[in-house]
């Protein structure tokens, strides 16, 4: 199975029921498939169904029609025990870096949850491994006794990937894990991601309202408007000649810091 | 430069953070139960010792509240009343407790139409008057300090129940929990070992306000002559013994109302204190004008 | 202030110092905004630019309590006011909106009655007047269907057209002085761009000076004319936009901008960034507040503090619209330094490790 995609959704259909009685279709027949080891990016404005895609994905909730294959197998005719056996090679990190982590709970238990979840390993060795993953994801060890409300954001997103490096995964889900983060911290996160994927050989779905942090991190990248996939490209290809209508007026919409800096970029050779 | 990071940031522990002086509240509560518990040592006489020859005496130096109309010492009543009041109150509050929790955290975590029937059904039970499904019960069963903390007990329950489901979806909605089930914890274990933790405040905090109405409930039931039944003695039945003599003897009445007003009062601040710390957080998260990102 | 400066400012903020309880969050901040003129106040959350705005209207709340300086408005003091002139002012002469409207809004009144209502407690007009005022704001800030759409409530709206409701009552009363907090962190990118469209368009047919409050420099650059970067409650610079994107010249700036990710950033390279935390409020010493985190920083940064001062010389491209100033003793548009940029430019993204 290891040259197949990682992961394969197939005619994806997920409705749900809105307060006047009518069906509302969040995602609406998508299909597509995130090659092993690539960093695939989801983009699309609020309401474009990418984070319910996500949640289908990630066998959070269940699709209505279509099937989501992992590693070859069809994710809805696995058995409970074979369905969390499974989900030990799909993690996840959210937007808000705070409300992920278990404000009772210590750096330390939650990184170590999915390990004792899934009974892995000896206290001392999951000690172990947790000083191993915030040494991984570069926080230091003192931390480990700290509550989320002592970290700050930047840091607390930290631990949430460090919990989702746990268990060794193939895939991580990436939901706007970036997005509630300051300019300066982004860049740091963004950076720890792709060091990550290059070290772990990670697969990565990366969800995000943000063009411009998905094409520092995706080579290939989709474009979701009302529950539709209308756009799946290389990242070069949908930047520089986008097909679909809407990518073009996504790209557009994206403000520039340096007005200056995008021509010269887009102009080679006007040096300013 | 991480080291110097960290110096930085400020090293609290919630934990000790949370526990300060105990309100004025929650210490007089607790002197009313002690007194209550231990009136074998600090009442001057048994509950049921007469003395024929001193009825109605006023307040003196033996008898701090006087006697009643047999010459039993009022303050010895008053305390052991109290025990039984609290017991009915404790029994109730617990069963409560547990059941209200079962019954509304599956209610949110079934969530469609499980959740539709057991809180329609919770519903129906909040509507039924207090005194007349007491009755029937009584009738049913008899009146016994037994029937009594379950009737209270079954009564409080649709109240714990509805907090218990309204906190856990909340929590739920959490991406902690989210982020649990994607990585394969069980939903019995994220909601014992995770969630039911966070919301323990809330749920203590509703038990407070349902002690509260316990002792309103068993007052009312043993003024009826449904509770507690003489000679076992409660504040309930004090205050319907002394209704009798309000004109001649107020102190009689007055005591055992007081001890109710103050009991019910301290239990509702505890309550507030109690359900305080989600809400003080929530307000700190609000001010610290964290930025929310729609997805 | 210099006799030299062309249109008397419109909103003077000199030397405003706010603190919550005892620790002071904003510091010694002082800004001048002319008539019509655009200020983007620009920091990372925690530094101090929202309490900054609420101050300036008069809205912040105890435990947040204004303790120090002068917000001159037209040359009077708000913070001299009695609290019933402060109220004539706000919403009238100086107004706000804010990231979410979703909350700013009063989800049990109709948008109608919202905005006359902001109409009639300020000026003494009839409802039928206030009412025609109302649709013909609804249709300046681009709600389809005015009229009809005055009965109805805020949640029958997107948050797009939530935020242009927002706008319509904000410029009810025609203010001087518009306050834009984060107006857009909460929309869609296109609507995003609509929304600054507008706010564009409004500002300049009404001649509305507006500070814009905003964590994205992206969105300041296309916006604003002069921008103030926040750091640890103080501005560290403030230059004319054009200067202050092609020339920063504090450090923090420099890197705040190389950290910012848009279209234009190289993918071949990680990105810069900024080593470790922002201080935390109530725990910096005297110096500079940046220097733990920037790579030039030495001793002569923490000896003292470092006031707001002119750096370089006049704008690029002829802009006299404000000379840049920057708190820092280094500034990267010194003479001294300017030789090796590239070097320094190398400095900025080496020179850090993640905290």
């Known amino acids: 199975m290891a040259d197949g ?268 | 430069m991480a080291e110097a990071v960290i110096a930085a940031t400020p090293v609290r522990d919630p934990r000790r953070a949370r526990l300060g002086i105990p309100p004025v509240s929650a210490l007089l509560l607790l002197l009313i139960v002690v007194l209550c518990v231990c009136a074998p040592l600090v009442a001057s006489a048994g509950p049921d010792q007469i003395d024929p020859t001193h009825p109605f005496a006023a307040a003196t130096g033996q008898h701090w509240l006087g006697t009643d109309e047999v010459g039993r010492d009022l303050l010895s009543r008053l305390l052991y009343g109290g025990r039984l ?44 008057p207090q005194i007349l499904f007491a009755l029937v019960c009584v009738a049913a069963f008899g009146a016994s300090l037994l029937s009594l903390t379950l009737i209270t007990g079954i009564l409080l329950t649709p109240s714990s129940a509805r907090m218990a489901r309204s906190v856990t979806i909340q929590e739920t909605g959490l991406d902690y929990y989210s982020a649990g089930i994607a990585y394969g914890a069980g939903k019995i274990r994220l909601l014992s070992t995770e969630v039911l933790p966070n919301i323990f405040p809330a749920l203590a905090s509703q038990a407070a306000i349902n002690a509260a109405s316990a002792i309103i409930l068993e007052a009312s039931l043993s003024f009826v002559g449904l509770g507690v039944q003489p000679p076992q003695t409660s504040w309930g039945v004090l205050l319907q013994q002394g209704y009798g003599y309000l004109y001649n003897d107020p102190s009689y009445a007055l005591a055992p109302a007081i001890m109710i007003l103050l009991t019910i009062l301290c239990l509702n601040l505890v309550a507030n204190r109690l359900s305080s710390p989600g809400a003080r957080r929530a307000a700190r998260r609000a001010a610290r004008g964290g930025r929310t990102v729609r997805k | 202030m210099t006799a030299a400066t062309p249109p008397a400012p419109l909103l003077d903020v000199r030397d405003l110092e706010v603190s919550v309880g005892k620790t002071p969050v904003v510091r010694s901040v002082s800004f001048q905004l002319a008539p019509g003129e655009r200020l983007g106040l620009v920091g990372e959350s925690g530094s101090g630019k929202t309490l900054t705005a609420l101050s300036v209207i008069g809205l912040h709340r105890a435990p947040v309590r204004v303790s120090g300086g002068q917000i001159l408005l037209n040359g009077t003091d708000l913070l001299a006011m009695r609290r019933r002139e402060i109220d004539k002012v706000r919403g009238a002469r100086i107004s706000m909106i804010y990231q979410d409207p979703a909350t700013s809004l009063d989800p049990l009144m109709t948008i109608g009655a919202q905005i006359t209502e902001a109409i009639r407690l300020h000026e003494p007009v009839s409802r039928a007047q206030a009412r025609n005022r109302a649709v013909e704001l609804l249709g300046d800030v681009g709600v389809p269907s005015p009229r009809e759409r005055l009965g109805a409530y805020p949640h029958e709206f997107s948050g797009g057209m939530r935020q242009r409701v927002m706008i319509a009552i904000a410029l009810a009363c025609q203010p001087e002085v518009l306050l834009c907090d984060e107006p857009t962190t909460a929309l869609d990118v296109t609507t995003q761009a609509l929304v600054l469209d507008l706010l564009d368009r409004l500002c300049r047919e009404h001649g509305v000076a507006s ?72 725990s910096l010493s005297a110096g500079c507040a940046f220097r733990s985190r920037c790579p030039y920083a030495d001793e002569a940064c923490a000896a003292g503090e470092i006031e707001l001062h002119s750096v370089g010389g006049p704008g690029i491209g002829g802009s006299t619209a404000g000379v840049a100033e920057a708190r820092c003793i280094r500034p990267l548009t010194d003479n001294a330094f300017r030789g090796n940029r590239g070097q320094q430019a190398a400095r900025l993204t080496q020179g850090v490790i993640d905290g």
């Open chain 1, 5 to 272: 995609p990682l992961v394969s959704v197939r005619d994806v259909v997920k409705s749900f029921r809105t307060r006047d009685g009518g069906q509302f279709r969040a995602v609406d027949g998508v299909s597509v498939d995130i090659r092993r080891g690539a960093a695939f990016g989801l983009v699309g404005e609020s309401g474009s169904g990418k984070s319910t895609l996500s949640r289908c994905i990630l066998r959070l909730t269940k699709p209505d029609e279509g099937s989501i294959c992992f590693d070859g197998r069809d994710m809805g005719t696995l058995s409970g025990g074979q369905l969390r056996r499974l989900r030990s090679q799909i993690q996840v990190v959210f937007q808000d870096p705070h409300g992920s982590l278990n404000r009772r709970k210590s750096v330390a238990e939650i990184i170590a949850a999915p390990l004792a979840a899934h009974r892995a390993g000896s206290r001392s060795q999951r000690a172990q491994r947790v000083a191993e993953l915030l040494d991984l994801v570069q926080l230091p060890t003192v931390m480990t006794s700290r509550r989320p409300s002592e970290l700050s954001g930047g840091q607390a997103q930290r631990v949430a990937i460090a919990r989702a490096l746990a268990l060794s995964p193939d895939f991580v889900v990436l939901d706007e894990a970036v997005s509630a983060l300051d300019v300066s911290i982004r860049a740091q996160i963004l950076n720890l991601l792709r060091d990550l994927q290059a070290q772990l050989g990670l697969t990565y779905l990366f969800i995000s309202h943000d063009l411009g942090v998905v094409r520092y991190l995706c080579e290939e990248i989709g474009v979701m408007q009302r529950g539709r996939l209308v756009e799946v490209a290389a990242r070069d290809e949908l930047f520089s000649a986008p097909k679909h209508p809407y990518t073009q007026v996504l790209l557009d919409a994206v403000p520039v810091v340096n007005p200056r800096r995008q021509s010269a970029l887009t102009t080679p050779g006007d040096a300013t």
């Open chain 2, 85 to 128: 009041s609290l017991m009915v109150c404790a029994g109730s509050v617990a069963l409560a407790f547990v059941l209200g929790t079962v019954w509304g955290v599956a209610a949110a975590d079934r969530g469609g139409w499980v959740d539709e029937i057991l809180m329609r059904g919770a519903d129906i039970a909040m509507a039924i």
């Open chain 3, 211 to 282: 500070v814009l409050i905003t964590h994205d420099l992206a969105v300041a650059s296309g916006f604003c004319d002069k921008i103030a970067v926040m750091y640890a409650g103080q501005v560290v610079e403030q230059a004319a936009a054009a200067d202050f994107f092609e020339r920063p010249a504090h450090p923090y700036s420099a890197a705040l901008l190389s950290a910012s990710v848009d279209l234009a950033v190289d993918i071949s390279r990680p990105l810069p960034t900024i080593a470790g935390q922002p201080p935390v409020a109530g």
